[in-house]
């Protein structure tokens, strides 16, 4: 066998084993996780237990805590603090079965936070449910937590049902939510269409992660050529588990039904223009600043392509209010008070393209 052979095949050996030692990592990392979670859950259970039934106040924790930390120098996780965590935990999910099923597949500060900030035990379930498939972060469940993802989740009025097969219409309408939330955006109360995408284009990877899993950004503006006419979509998305593009048309005032029947139109040029054989349907998504859903009920009610309307909130900077205006100095006499010539009066300077604000 040549040396390149051999080469190669090495190579290619050492890769396999590479791959094979981080899943046997992972998998212990995640066991060592799992029984970690399953032991603070039986402390705090126990802890339960034995202070209603034996009347034990708040003091045995800080025993508890001592002894514990005395007995395993090189182990954390004994102060009393935690050892509290534990016990709400423990209260917080009374059946062992979801917490050897679910539970354990997070991490300690995963946890902590659900019981913190969470009360409802149905809503914790589902925030845990998401956290264990989608893969979060800690931040990233706070974040979804905050801006109480469950009440928008699949609440978007859709047609889906009627264009869609049950496996696809179900998913599709799980993929889309009201309203979607762009806090990481700031705009001007009357922001336009342009400025809307713009900001969202500029913070994709905020936006992507607001839209949720699947969605993958294909561009902005894209061109569809029909008849003797250019078109343009305002952005496009493919989603990996729907198998299937996705229109989002954004509009920055109230939703009108003529919305519906132009997005309509885009949806049948995409698909003819754009869509592999093996894709899914194309979906459109109209993100509006307002809507009432008994309008956008008729206005989607006898559409063949499926769609849905949501709103969009975002962190709004007012607009000067009018009892102000005229009460606040012109840069005249911020010059004049400054000592300086008014700039209407100073000669002007060449000014490069690139330079102009």
């Not at 979804?144 to 309408?173: C, G």
């Not at 593009?245 to 698909?271: M, T, W």
């Not at 979906?283 to 709103?311: N, S």
Request: charged residues 30%; glycine residues 6%; negative net charge.
């Amino acid at each position: 066998m040549s040396d390149v052979a051999v080469s190669t095949e090495y190579g290619a050996f050492v890769e396999d084993l590479k791959q094979r030692v981080r899943e046997a990592q992972l998998r212990a990392s995640l066991a060592v996780n799992s029984e970690l979670i399953l032991l603070y859950w039986r402390i705090g259970k126990d802890i339960l237990e034995r202070q209603k039934r034996l009347g034990w106040g708040a003091k045995v924790i800080d025993r508890l805590s001592t002894d514990l930390r005395r007995a395993f120098p090189e182990m954390k996780g004994f102060s009393a603090r935690n050892l509290l965590f534990m016990r709400g935990f423990a209260q917080a999910w009374p059946d062992e079965e979801i917490v050897k099923q679910l539970v354990s597949q997070l991490p300690w500060g995963h946890n902590i936070r659900l019981i913190q900030k969470v009360a409802d035990p149905e809503v914790r379930l589902w925030y845990l449910r998401r956290a264990v498939a989608h893969g979060w972060s800690r931040d990233i469940l706070v974040m979804q937590i905050d801006s109480e993802l469950h009440r928008r989740a699949a609440a978007a009025p859709t047609n889906f049902d009627r264009t869609l097969p049950p496996p696809q219409s179900d998913l599709a309408r799980q993929a889309v939510k009201d309203p979607y939330c762009f806090d990481f955006l700031t705009l001007h109360q009357d922001a336009m269409e342009r400025e809307l995408e713009q900001g969202l284009v500029e913070h994709i990877r905020d936006f992507l992660l607001e839209l949720g899993v699947g969605f993958s950004f294909v561009g902005t503006q894209v061109l569809l050529k029909v008849g003797d006419q250019d078109f343009f979509l305002d952005m496009l998305f493919y989603h990996l588990k729907l198998r299937c593009f996705v229109v989002i048309e954004l509009k920055a005032r109230a939703f009108q039904p003529e919305y519906a029947g132009k997005l309509n139109f885009y949806l049948s040029a995409v698909d003819d223009l754009l869509r592999h054989e093996s894709d899914q349907p194309t979906i459109g998504l109209l993100l509006c600043k307002t809507k009432d859903d008994v309008v956008v009920e008729y206005a989607l009610r006898d559409l063949k392509k499926p769609i849905g309307v949501a709103r969009w909130e975002t962190k709004l900077v007012e607009s000067l209010p009018e009892d102000l205006e005229g009460t606040l100095p012109t840069v005249e006499e911020f010059e004049a008070e400054l000592g300086r010539e008014p700039l209407a009066s100073q000669p002007a300077t060449k000014t490069n393209e690139d330079e102009r604000p």
